[in-house]
C-alpha cells in the first residue's frame, strides 16, 4: 500500500516544493521513497509515497507508458497480476517494473474505461492521459482504499487522505451536513471536510477542464427475495462453493514479497481467515491480538484459536491509559471523531505490528457486511423473515436475542424511540433497518445537546432524507429481504465510513501497515449477495455458512459462539476506579478550546458531564460513544484547525 496525490490545473499555480511538503502529510503511508512528476506545462502533476511489498527494488512510481501520454499511481494491491501482466505482455505490451501496480497502466491501453472490470483487490489509482486530457482516479468496490478529490483554485486535486489536500492549499471547513450524517452513522460520499468528497467506492471520476463526472462501474446487486426463495442449490453444494470463493481470496492474498501476519480477535471471522491462510503455508503466521482490560477481553479466545491453527500468538495490551495517549493522534490518522476506542486500539495494534518488522496482514472485516453477522440482521430477520408465527413468538425471539448480546443491546437494539427522521427510511421501503433504528440513539442524544444555532440544526431530519434519496433506496431496496436492505445500507455508510476508515485503512497505514481483506473480494461478495438468507441467518445463527465452510479450520469453540464485535471497554467512572481515557474526553470538554467548536453547546454538555459524574455511571457504550463523538469531534477542530 501506498500514498498518493494527483493535480489537474488550470493554471501552473502548484510548485514542487508544496507538493512535497504534501506528500509529506501522508509520508505514513509510504516510508520506503517518495517521488513526484511534472508534465512539461507544469498542468498535470502526480506524486507519490511508496510502501514496498511486491517487485521490492523497481517499483517505484508514478509509472510512464513507453510512449509518454500516460502516467500512473496507484495505493493498494491488485490480485492475479501475474496472469494479467503475461496476458498483456502476449499482447505486445512491455512493463518496466514487477510491480503489481502497472497492469493498471497497459489494461487502460488496452481496454479504455473498461479497465476497472479486471482489477481485484485493494485499490485507489489515478491515471492521467494525455490523449484525451483527462484526469482518471479509481477506487475498489468497497472503497477499502481511500480517496478523495476537491476542485480547487480552478484544479481538480486527488488524494489518499484529506490531509494532503489541506497541504495543497484546501481550506480546512466543516461540511454541517456531513457531520450531522455522521452523528446518525449514516454519512456516505462526503467527508467531513466542505468542499472534500469521497471517490465513492466502485466508481470511476473522471476529471476534465477543472469538472469532476462520477462513473460507476461496479455494485453490490441483491436478487429479490422471490428470487433467492427459488434457489435449488443443495446445502452441501452452497457451502462448497462458498469455501472455494473464500479459499481463493485467501490464496491470492498470500502474494507478496514480504512477510504476511495477521490480524487476530476472538471471533469467527479472522479465525477463519488466519485458518484457511495458515493451511497453505509451511510456516507458522504470526497472529497479533490485543488483549483488553475486563469483560471485553478476548484473548483467551484468540490464543486457543493460534494454538489450533499451529500459528505463533502474538499479544498486544492495551489498557485504558494507552488508549487516551493514542487518542489525539487516533483522530488526526482517521480524519473523523470516533464513537469507541477500538478505534485507538487498532491503531495501537498496527504500531506493535510495524515495530515487530510486519508490513503486511490479513484482517476479517467484511464478513459480517457480506454474511449478516451483527444482531440488528436478525432482529430483522426475526420481525420480517415469516419465521415467526406470531407476534409473542417474534418478540419472544428478539427479548432473546437482546439477552445474548448484554455488552452491545445499548448500541445495536432500539431501547428508545428512535430518531424522527427514520420516518423516511419507513416512507421509503416500509420499515427502518434495526441498524439505523438502534443506533439513532446516539444521535437523539447528540442533538439533546447541540447548539441552538448550529447550521443545519434547523431540520435535524435531514441525514435521513439524504440517505434515502443518495442510495436511491426506494428503488435499490425494491423487492429484497430485509436483512439484504440492512446490509446495503450498512455498506455505503458503516462499512465505508467507520469499518475501513478508523478501523481499517486509517489505522493500519498510519503505522505502514497494509491490511488485505479476503471476505471484500468482490468475488466473495458476489457469491454472498445471491445466497438465500437461511444461509446467513439459521435460527439463532448468524454467518451460518462461513461457520460451515471453515469448520475444518476453526476450533468447536468458535464454531459454536454468538457473534461478539469487536469495541473496546466503554468508558466508565465508578468510586474508587480511574478512567484516564474518560478522563482525556472530560477535560476536552471542560477545556478553552472545547468553545470553538460550532456545533455543541458547551453549557449544556458540561452540565451533562456533571449529571453523569453525580452517580457511578454503568458502563454504556451508547453514553460512552456519545462522549467520545463529543469529544474527538473537538480533536479535530484543534488539530485541524477547522473554520466553522
Known amino acids: 500500500m501506498c500514498g498518493l496525490i494527483a493535480a489537474q490545473l488550470a493554471t501552473p499555480w502548484l510548485t514542487s516544493e508544496r507538493l512535497v511538503a504534501a506528500l509529506a502529510t501522508i509520508s505514513h ?32 512510481q508514478p509509472i510512464g507508458h513507453q510512449r509518454g501520454d500516460l502516467k500512473l499511481v496507484v495505493n493498494g494491491e491488485f490480485y492475479g497480476f501475474k496472469a494479467i501482466r503475461d496476458d498483456l ?87 454541517h451536513a456531513a457531520v450531522l450524517a455522521d452523528m446518525a452513522n449514516i454519512r456516505t460520499n462526503s467527508s467531513m471536510f466542505a468542499d472534500i468528497h469521497q471517490v465513492p467506492p466502485g466508481c470511476v471520476a473522471i476529471a476534465r477542464n477543472g469538472a469532476v463526472q462520477i462513473r460507476r462501474y461496479w455494485a453490490q446487486n441483491y436478487p429479490t427475495a422471490v428470487a433467492l426463495r427459488g434457489d435449488t442449490r443443495s446445502e452441501d453444494e452452497v457451502v462448497s462453493q462458498f469455501r472455494a470463493v ?34 497453505k503455508l509451511d510456516r507458522p503466521i504470526r497472529a497479533f491480538t490485543i488483549k483488553f482490560e475486563g469483560d471485553w477481553d478476548e484473548s483467551p479466545l484468540a490464543q486457543r484459536t493460534a494454538a489450533f491453527t499451529g500459528s505463533n500468538y502474538v499479544e498486544v495490551p492495551v489498557s485504558a491509559l494507552d488508549m487516551a495517549d493514542a487518542l489525539d493522534d487516533t483522530v488526526w490518522h482517521g480524519e473523523k471523531p470516533i464513537f469507541n476506542a477500538n478505534s485507538a486500539a487498532k491503531f495501537l495494534l498496527s ?94 442524544g447528540s442533538t439533546d445537546l447541540m447548539r441552538s444555532d448550529f447550521p443545519g440544526g434547523a431540520n435535524l431530519d435531514e441525514p435521513y432524507r439524504r440517505l434515502v434519496e443518495e442510495l436511491d433506496l426506494a428503488r435499490a431496496a425494491d423487492g429484497c429481504d430485509a436483512v439484504n436492505i440492512g446490509l446495503m445500507t450498512w455498506q455505503h455508510t458503516m462499512l465505508v465510513n467507520f469499518i475501513l476508515t478508523v478501523l481499517g485503512d486509517r489505522m493500519e497505514m498510519a503505522h505502514s501497515v497494509e ?46 459462539r454468538q457473534k461478539h ?20 474526553c472530560e477535560d476536552l470538554i471542560r477545556s478553552r478550546e472545547f468553545e470553538d467548536q460550532p456545533f455543541f453547546d458547551p453549557a449544556k454538555t458540561r452540565a451533562f458531564l456533571d449529571n453523569l459524574a453525580a452517580g457511578n455511571m454503568v458502563a454504556d457504550p451508547a453514553i460512552s460513544g456519545l462522549l467520545l463523538r463529543i469529544a474527538t469531534l473537538s480533536v479535530m477542530q484543534q488539530r485541524f484547525g477547522i473554520a466553522a
Open 515 to 560: 491490511g488485505r481483506v479476503p471476505f471484500l473480494d468482490h468475488h466473495v461478495a458476489e457469491f454472498a449477495a445471491r445466497l438465500p438468507i437461511h444461509f446467513k441467518i439459521r435460527e439463532t445463527t448468524e454467518k451460518f455458512i462461513l461457520r460451515e465452510a471453515t469448520r475444518d479450520v476453526i476450533t468447536s469453540e468458535l464454531y459454536a
Open 29 to 60: 503511508r509510504g516510508p520506503d521513497g517518495a517521488a513526484h512528476w511534472f508534465s512539461s506545462d507544469r498542468l498535470t502533476a502526480l506524486g507519490h509515497v511508496r510502501l514496498s511489498i511486491i517487485g521490492l527494488n523497481n517499483g517505484d
Open 565 to 584: 464485535p469487536f469495541m473496546a471497554p466503554p468508558l466508565a467512572r465508578t468510586e474508587g476506579v480511574s478512567d484516564p481515557l474518560r478522563q482525556r
Open 246 to 279: 473464500l479459499d481463493d481470496a485467501v490464496t491470492e492474498r498470500l502474494t507478496a514479497d514480504v512477510e504476511v501476519a495477521c490480524y487476530l480477535s476472538g471471533g469467527l471471522d479472522s479465525s477463519a481467515v488466519l485458518g484457511l491462510a495458515q493451511a
Open 89 to 175: 505482455r502476449g499482447k505486445g505490451y512491455r512493463f518496466s517494473t514487477e510491480s503489481d501496480s502497472e497492469i493498471a497502466l497497459h489494461l487502460y491501453d488496452e481496454y479504455g474505461m473498461d479497465f476497472t472490470q479486471h482489477l481485484r483487490g485493494e485499490f485507489a489509482a489515478v491515471l492521467t492521459d494525455k490523449r484525451s486530457g483527462e484526469m482518471i482516479a479509481v477506487r475498489d468496490r468497497f472503497g477499502i482504499k481511500p480517496l478523495f478529490y476537491s476542485v480547487y483554485n480552478g484544479a481538480v486535486l486527488f488524494a489518499s487522505e484529506i490531509k494532503a489536500l489541506l497541504a495543497l492549499g484546501v481550506p480546512a471547513r466543516w461540511d
Open 351 to 444: 504500531k506493535a505490528v510495524r515495530d515487530a518488522g510486519i508490513k503486511v496482514v490479513f484482517t476479517g472485516e467484511g464478513a459480517d457486511e457480506m454474511l449478516a453477522g451483527y444482531p440488528p440482521e436478525r432482529r430483522d430477520n426475526i420481525l420480517f423473515g415469516g419465521d415467526h408465527a406470531s407476534t409473542t413468538a417474534r418478540e419472544t425471539s428478539i427479548e432473546a436475542l437482546i439477552a445474548a448480546n448484554p455488552l452491545t443491546r445499548s448500541l445495536f437494539f432500539p431501547v428508545e424511540p428512535p430518531a424522527p427522521g427514520t420516518r423516511h427510511l419507513d416512507a421509503a421501503i416500509g420499515h427502518c433497518p434495526s441498524w439505523i433504528e438502534g443506533m439513532s440513539r446516539m444521535y437523539v
